[in-house]
């Protein structure tokens, strides 16, 4: 083994790119913040790959994305729901998400698929990307951050580190999934709205469209009347604002969107359902349901505990050592993969 | 830039000139009064009307500049940016730093002490725009619209001094105006996929740059070799609000020399920045 490790990307997938916590102080200009579109994930991928809570992270949407270790060991973890195989010299197995996995040189990292929602976050040990205008998160749009300035593609090299003796932690309880209302703040311009498209945003199911990138997701419904003008002079967007252009299909923006808009916004997604929504596949249905910005913040407090449980929670996978590899082989051979139930390694801390 | 509800209040004296800001004259003769918008909680809206005016601009202008001078004292923890626009100020505040009921009592302060001090140096730009060929795909069609022929579009765009409203839509893109009446038409009613980046282009009465390949819907007029953001620079945006642009026709093959030169660093932007001014 020669030189530094580094992480090789063999396929991207749909779609992976480079975040971290995204690119503050310049939506005056123009530049929208970019960032992990589920930041919870980005936080519990680094800290099981025993990397600092907001570095970059590999950000992969639905499946396919293939990695793998040249020159050396690489230390890395999956957090969300994923499908993941190894390929080593000795075939294929199946290993697990929520923990800190060790590829060594040439091993590769499959993930095949999400068996809910469509985002996973990839922490390397040492992988720290150059950051542009204070962050490395990839805004293809404008060519900032990431490799290059876009997602990642097959062949891209990233420098990491020879993974380190660290604890291989493992996250015993992963997140539970939410399948409740979208919480949303009425306005901006709800008042370009009149009673009943109010009334019908909360109580319509909508269907989440293949129209969905970083920028925004677009939902089909019953189209919403707008009260009055169908544009306004562009004022500022934010990453939930849910505009509702002439057609009344409502758009939800994301991290990447435009930082100013002409559409009317009838609402504003909570920061705190904001990922849930990213995370919704074309086809998924979603209601609304309207809060106050009290309510709304008292919301992103309440993630941010939950968040920090979660956090804690992490345990190292088996004390004495124990051949966990060979716990995962004895799992697939039985087609069974329950390894990560609670009761099959008890918390000894 | 002192007192512009005086101005606006004498030019609509003179209806026949400014209709379409007579008609909004309430909102922006009371700007002790904006809206206060809800925008979630990361962030809420200060509106000072619904319509692009001077005197909305100016008041924009002093809240941001107040909240700046805030921020910088540490009087406003949790505040994480403003994003001023034509008429309104967005500030993005970390609800678990800080909330709604802290922050609105002092801006509402700012707000009233807020004394319109602008102190950004506006700066003059003349920059190149080819009008030839694709460069400008809709000149045929707004020249049409305004009964006018195409040279007589490209006299009267490259004759109007802009005034940079705000930047926002993507990294660096401004919103410019106010373009003559002449040229002044709604925006395509199928706007198009791919405008290539430096097309210059007109919606209403509004001129914009895109430095960026992007989907859009104004009128395509020309294209601007400029890049107008460039993350390597100190000041990333080449334009500031508040900035006058005027366009400089240049032909094709000038316009590939200046592209070329300026994508190689060749060029310094400052090179388009009027002296003197």
Redesign the interface.
Known sequence: MTGQPQLEVLAPGAHAALQDAGR????????PWAGALDPRLMRLANALAGQPPQAAVIEAVDGGLRLAARQGPVRLAVAGDAVLDLQTADGRRAVPAWCALTLQDGEVLTLRSLRRGRLAAVAVQGLAPAP??GSASTYA????GGVQGRALRAGDVLPVAAAGPGPNLHLPQPPAWNDGPIR??????ADHFDAAALAAFTTTAWRLTADADRMGVRLDGPALQHAGARE?????T????VQVPGNGLPIVLLADA????GYP?IA?????DLPRVAQLRPGATLHFQFV???A??A???AA?AETRALLASLRPWWPGGLDIEALYTGNLVSGMLHALAPASHPDLD | MRFQGVQLLQACARPRTWPARCAILPAVSNPDAPRWLDAGDMAFTVEFGPAITPAALHAVGALDAAIANAMAAGALPGVVETMPTFRSLTVFYDPLATSRAVLQPVVQALLDSADGALAAPVQHWRLPICYEGDCGPDLADTAAAAGLQVDDVVALHSATRLQVYMLGFLPGFPFMGDLPVALQRPRRTQPRVRVPAGSVSVANQLCAIYPWESPGGWHLLGRCPVPLFDARRPVPALLAPGDRVQFQPVPWAEFQRLQAAAQGGDIDPATWREAGR
């Open positions: 503050h102080g310049l939506r005056r200009v123009g530049v542009v205008l749009r404008a060519g900032l949303a703040v009425p306005g901006p311009q306004i002079v562009s004022d500022a934010v990453p939930g604002s435009q930082t100013a808009g916004k504003t997604v909570v920061s705190a106050d910005v009290a709304a913040e919301l992103a407090r941010e």
